[in-house]
Structures are given as C-alpha cells and as structure tokens.
C-alpha cells in the first residue's frame, strides 16, 4: 500500500523550532540518523549519494510514520581499504572514509541522542559495503542494554537488492529529488569503473522502481519501529515491577515464624 507523505508537518530536527524539537520528541520517541561518506557515484549521481538517499528516505518514513529525522553525517562511512586502494579511491576518485573515528564518533552522538528523550532510533546507512554493515550491527549490539535507547540498524541490502549507482540507487534517487540526477553524463567509462552489467545498469532506472523501494522501506521500519517501541514497553513494566517488589520488601520486610 502507498504512503501518504505529510509535508506540512516538520520532520528535519535542525528545522524545528525551539521548543518544537523537545514536544515532537516527547509526544513520538523515534529518531532516525541517515549516515554515510562521500565517494564516487559514476558521473551521474553527487558524491554525496549515499547520505542523501539515506536522509530523504528518512524523511519519507518520518513523514508516513513518525518521529524525528536527525541531520544526515557524511562523515561515518568505512570501506577498509589497504594503501594502494586508497590511493586511487581517495586519491583520485576523490572518496572520503574515516575507518578510524566513525564508530566511536556515532556511539557519541546516540549517546546524545538518548539524552534528548530519544526511545528508538533508526540508524540508516545509504553507504553498505560489509564492513559498513558490520559496524552498525555492532553499534546496535552495543546499545542493547542501554536503559534508554534501542538502536535499529538498517541498510537497504537487508530488504532488497543493492548496488553502487546502479538501477537501484539511481532509480531512488530520480524519486527522491530527480534534479540530482543526470543521466546524460553517463559514458563507458562509468560501466568499466563500477562493473555495472546489463542487469543493474543504471540506464534501466525509473522513478517508479524507486517510488516502490521507498515503500518497501517505509513498511519495512514501520514494522521494526512498532517492534522496537513494544519491547522497550515491556522493558520498562519490567523493571517497574522489579523496583516496585524491592520496595515493598524494603517497606515491609518478611519474618518468618509470625503468624
């Protein structure tokens, strides 16, 4: 079923107003976090892809569901790269990771997140290479036990068929905001540089392939959210019974032999 995007109201929290950003927050605890770096997409799509589908994505689920869509961070995408690959990728391609700093700096700012009132929060990689993939289960895995936030990873390879700035990433993106797109700039040496094949050419892209995996992501973490919410739910009824039987022990305390 397609999902209605509500515009009007608010969902960028560097856009709220004040007060604003803390009552959204109290009256829906979500929080989505769009990451990624900057790298080479072929000669049609920014360098800044990644973290731009990831954000607008983010802001469709926010707008269909719920929550607070935190300012996207293009600087969290690893690629464990040796010298030679980074040379060429950074060096001439012009590709920025930061495999040293990433996880803590994003442990940091769900840290902060966590504080604000922040219950679950999506933190939704546009950038997914393995070791990508690797360090936000880590991440999540992390903050499993934390009293407050329940981290949900997410990527789109975990629901659907992933690419680099092939049908898939161009066709969200001729969805997402089609003026970023410029299909007239892709050439052959776009296909040698990325080894797109006939079956995930970019040139196969539509806005309507890219409508339907948005949808698919917006059900998707519709789902985990609605998952997410009901155990922190019962997490917290929990470990009110806990403190509530500690204290009533305390209060009254048993002896044995009394009748």
Excluded at 39 to 46: F, I, K, T, V
Excluded at 105 to 134: F, M, R
């Amino acid at each position: 079923m397609p999902h209605k995007k509500r515009y009007e109201r608010t969902v960028q929290y560097e856009l709220m107003m004040g007060r604003q950003a803390t009552e959204n927050i109290r009256s829906f605890p979500v929080g989505y976090l769009p990451i990624g770096c900057l790298e080479r997409h072929g000669d049609h799509l920014p360098m800044g892809l990644d973290v731009i589908k990831a954000h607008k994505v983010c802001c469709a689920v926010a707008q269909a569901i719920g929550g607070i869509v935190f300012p996207p961070h293009y600087y969290t995408g690893i690629h464990k790269m040796s010298d030679e690959q980074i040379a060429k990728y950074t060096g001439e391609w012009g590709n920025i990771y930061t495999d040293r700093t990433a996880k803590d700096n994003l442990a940091d700012i769900i840290c902060q997140i966590a504080i604000t009132g922040v219950k679950v929060l999506v933190l939704y990689s546009g950038h997914y290479p393995g070791c990508q993939i690797e360090m936000i289960k880590e991440i999540s895995k992390d903050f499993r036990g934390h009293p407050s936030i329940t981290v949900i990873p997410f990527c789109e390879p975990m629901i659907m068929e992933g690419d680099h700035a092939g049908i898939s990433e161009t066709s969200f993106l001729l969805y997402l905001d089609k003026e970023l797109v410029d299909m007239t700039r892709i050439s052959e040496v776009n296909y040698k540089d990325h080894g797109w094949q006939a079956d995930n050419s970019p040139e196969r892209a539509s806005r309507t392939k890219g409508k339907r995996d948005v949808d698919l992501v917006i059900a998707h973490l519709k789902g985990e959210i609605e998952k997410a919410m009901n155990e922190r739910r019962r997490y917290k009824a929990t470990n009110e019974c806990t403190v509530s039987s500690q204290t009533l022990r305390t209060v009254i305390p048993f002896k044995g032999g009394e009748s």
